[in-house]
């Protein structure tokens, strides 16, 4: 008898993953023009994780209306894997243009948060890691032929979701210590005034706390799968940060032209 694994994970509305494609369409076409036009790594990632989320809520939508999708078990890691991936691209992109602004600050701030993440590598690293490490436990999870192996793969994912929760926590510290210093005198001052170059030091908080917002909700439902994949809190806490916080990237200024 086939097996509904879309509905084992918690997917069952059509209409919202429907919803956040169209949503997210007009990002994507906005983010794609601003990188034809002006080729930087933060327009380029932000459009590819608009075009991740659009294939994954579409992804998403068949799991849920069509049984012979929801009965795939390869459809449904292949949703699993292109949605997870996709944070990577947002998280990096807050923390190239908050350490873009930290380069440009006349009175930087220099705690060893700060200094730690002036090593980009590493930061990619780390993210590369999470990335690596959560497709492997969601594989292995899923497709685990004994208890053994889907516990190795729930820990993995696990140990992933903490990785991205360290990052993100370690980004949101960097924005705060940065906006004191924007405060002062001595701080970064945008060369336009527009909402993102005026206002860029707020717009980059509130991101960076969205950002932790929904990895702390994955952290604090870590042992709980049922609920973490429960739509009612999912779509909150993991769906709806992430549009906002795109949403946040396109105001007019934000980005500056030497990103």
Known sequence: ???????????????????????????????????????????????????????????????????SDADNLNLLLAYEI???????????????LVTSRVEAAKNPPNNFISRLLRHHFLFRIALMAAVAIGITGAIQASTGSTQSAVNTGNTLRKVAIYIFLVCSILVFLQTFFLARVEFSDNGYRGPSDQIGSTYGIYILLVISLLLVAREAFFTATANNTSRQTDEAFWYPFSVVTEFIAVVLFAAPGLVPRDV
């Open 82 to 96: 292109i949605y997870n991936t996709g944070f990577f691209g947002l998280l990096y992109s807050v923390y190239s």
């Open 1 to 67: 008898m086939a097996v509904d694994y879309a509905s084992l994970f918690g997917i069952k509305s059509f209409a919202a993953p429907i919803v956040f494609a169209i949503l997210y369409f007009p990002f994507f076409a906005y983010f794609f023009a601003k990188a034809i036009s002006r080729p930087i790594y933060v327009y380029i990632i932000i459009t590819l994780f608009c075009a991740v989320r659009v294939t994954a809520f579409v992804l998403r939508a068949l799991l849920a209306h069509v049984q």
